[in-house]
């Protein structure tokens, strides 16, 4: 049912997209990468044999070129995965600004631009799919993570705007909501953790990341690539601008 839909897919050089990208593709779907990381991209989109877009979604014309870059070379959009995304950890008055505005930009600015760049061509088929990354910190905030919890709560609001916008063509807008996965993002929050709070890196995952979870194990970016595939599946067609929590019962709690 996938089989030939186009898909563009952000921050997928690594991490949650790259897994993404690799699980989409493998169900047959023409995928279009987009990250600023030009290396690790052309490494990983040759690995699946999709098209890289070397993109600093931080910036609005790179927002358009990606999009261009896929038309251009398929002629249409069909899925778009907002997956690009950064963290930085410091209290709101020790913030630095200019990671604000970066943080701000690629985490919603980019995907609100990306959504508006291929919404005619979803519509023109009746039939679309955004799966919007998102966190359970667009759920539930912590502390010390100011921009990247407004972000993903501003994130969620676009969701739910997009799905209602979207409802009369087709075009279904979800968010997920992962608690602690395993890639590069999180290797190094644990790795400045164990600093920060002077113990071993198991002590930070499992007494600080696992916390408040009822499930104690981190997931694998497989684990959250099987969610977008259902997403994009004849299965969920009525679930729109929706929150779906993958997070092992942290926001239950
Ligand atoms: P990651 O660091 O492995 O991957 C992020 C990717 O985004 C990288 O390939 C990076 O090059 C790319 N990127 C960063 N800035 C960019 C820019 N300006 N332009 C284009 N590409 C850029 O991280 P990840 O853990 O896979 O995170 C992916 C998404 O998942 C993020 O939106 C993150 O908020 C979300 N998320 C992650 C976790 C987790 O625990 N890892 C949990 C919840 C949500």
Known sequence: MLKDKVAIVTGSASGIGFATAKGLADEGVKVVMGDFNEALLKESAEKIGALPVVADLSKRESCRNLVDAAMEKYGRVDILCNIAGIQNV?????????????????????????????????????????????????????????AYVSAKHG?????????????????????????????????????DQAKTHGISEEEVVGKIMLQKAAIKKLLDPSDVAEVVKFLCSDAASSITGSAIPIDGGWTAG
């Open 155 to 191: 994130l969620m609001g676009l969701t739910k705007c997009a799905g209602l916008e979207g409802g009369p063509y087709g075009i279904t807008v979800n968010s997920i909501c992962p608690a602690y996965v395993r890639t590069p993002l999180v290797d190094k929050q644990i790795a």
């Open 90 to 146: 410091a209290p709101i008055v020790d913030f630095p600004e200019d990671k604000w505005d970066t943080i701000i930009s690629l985490m919603l600015t980019a995907p609100f631009l990306l959504t508006k760049y291929c919404w005619n061509s979803m519509k023109e088929n009746g039939w679309g799919r955004i799966i919007n990354l998102n966190s359970i910190h667009g759920l539930v905030a912590s502390e010390f993570k100011s």
